[in-house]
């Protein structure tokens, strides 16, 4: 009776073996067939390009749903839009409606591409996003520009990621230097009392 209890266990380990090995044998993926130098690698698809390369911020296609000014505007999902280095008279100062109306042909309802500045995230004291905006595929901050309806904004030049894009504009300074153009100060020792003696 020994032998053939033993050879019953056995049996049903070499069984348990069979199905582990076919269980296994089941989940393991297909090997694929050993290349003879004839077969090309497989191809695999090219990613789509960024839109915006190597940005580190901000980089979405959203609608422009309002223009508040010639360099500020609104896009789907509550996100402010400033349009970075460039100066456009405010809306009560001369050429502020013409530079909103502008900004308004060029963007309103269109999708638009927005590109955050990578040097400037978080910057913007007023919780805007620093940026260039493709409306259309056109670059608004460089049409505003060179249409004239605004201005380079100098003082951001050297802290922009796009300060050196040749339609910021801030490699070639028109403005004039402002010790050119200030009015010489008087010192404030000429409005002193003479000590007297």
Known sequence: MTSRRRFTILIAIAVSIVL??????????????????????????????SACPRSVGLCIERNVTRVIDG????????????????????????GGPESKDYLTSLCLGSKALVDEDDLQIGDDPYGRVL???????????????S?????????FCSVSEFGSAAWS????????????????RT???????????
Do not use: W
């Open 71 to 94: 360099d500020t505007l609104d896009v789907e999902g509550a996100l402010r839009i400033r349009l970075v280095l460039v100066n456009a008279p405010e809306l009560n100062a001369l």
């Open 20 to 49: 582990i090995a076919a269980v296994f044998m089941a989940s393991r993926p297909p090997i694929a067939p050993a290349s003879d130098g004839n077969n090309p690698p497989p191809v695999t698809p090219n990613p789509k390009p």
């Open 147 to 155: 249409s004239g309806h605004a201005t380079t904004y100098y003082t």
């Open 131 to 145: 940026a260039v905006v493709y409306c259309g595929g056109t670059n608004a901050n460089a049409l505003m520009i």
């Open 169 to 184: 504009g801030c490699s070639i300074r028109l403005r004039p230097r402002l010790q050119e153009t200030a009015t010489p």
């Open 187 to 197: 010192p404030t020792y000429a409005f002193r009392r003479p000590l007297r003696t």
